[in-house]
């Protein structure tokens, strides 16, 4: 699977004890599956939370439904090619988060699997989580600056282009997400709030943080 340690070349087989470069592969997506859904789900009233004060109070429900429906066919997209797995990751998550959240990131995930190569080096992939940034912003019709999950998205895209190690990345996404909290939001319908937007923390880029925090330390820690 991935490593984002500099010196490592990413790798997707790594099946050093099976010998089996595809089941070893399919073990850690399947496991970065299950950690990203254990992840949402243990914040899902944190989420729920934010949302409430700002929105609509269903982000925490949105993600939870969406990422449980991603893990009940972990078995499935851990047997598919990288990039194949992440469009059926993507289009999953439109199918069942819902929201304005639901289409952005089932599309980053999409445009990820769109742009990465069967056996992604650092490089490779920070090409083409940038390329997925900007189709959640096409989509979204946003840009950094309006306190969505583009706030965390964007940082973490630099961090990854700085070289930063992975407790690095996970630290700067969750200092951006809490950057979000004096921002007055400019997308979504924390904007309809105007003013009174100001104050709380962004649901999405929380949960985009939650995420980026589970995956670097997911990746870091597989053989
Ligand atoms: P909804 O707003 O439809 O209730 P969610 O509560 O699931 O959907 O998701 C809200 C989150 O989606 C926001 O906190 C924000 O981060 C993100 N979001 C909403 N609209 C946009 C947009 N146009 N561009 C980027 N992110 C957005
Ligand atoms: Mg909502």
């Not at 970065?32 to 729920?48: M, P, Q, S, V």
């Not at 304005?100 to 990131?105: D, T």
């Not at 969505?148 to 996970?170: F, N, R, S, W, Y």
């Amino acid at each position: 699977m991935l490593q984002l340690s500099n010196e490592r070349s990413f790798d997707t087989a790594g099946g050093m004890e099976t010998g089996n470069a595809g089941d070893m592969a399919a073990l850690n997506l399947a496991r970065l599956i299950a950690a990203a859904a254990d992840t949402i789900a243990a914040h899902a009233e944190e989420l729920t939370a934010l949302d409430q004060a700002i929105g609509d109070g269903d982000h925490g429900l949105n993600m939870k439904r969406g990422f449980e429906a991603v893990r009940a066919e972990a078995e499935a997209f851990s047997a598919k090619p990288l990039h194949d797995a992440l469009k059926a990751i993507g289009t999953k998550l439109v199918m069942t988060v819902g929201g304005a959240s639901g289409p952005l990131f089932g599309t980053l995930f999409l445009a990820l699997g769109k742009e990465i190569s069967a056996a992604p080096d650092r490089a490779n992939l920070t090409a083409a989580f940038g390329k997925a940034i900007e189709a959640v912003a096409a989509r979204g019709k946003s840009q950094v600056g309006q306190k969505t999950m583009l706030d965390v998205l964007q940082p973490v895209h630099d961090a990854l282009l700085q070289g930063k190690t992975a407790p690095e990345i996970a630290g700067i996404a969750d200092a951006a997400a809490e950057a979000t909290v004096p921002m007055k939001a400019l997308r979504g319908r924390a904007s309809f709030l105007g003013d009174r937007s100001i104050g709380h923390m962004d649901a999405g880029a929380r949960s985009t943080a939650l995420l980026v925090r589970t995956i670097v330390e997911t990746l870091e820690g597989q053989p």
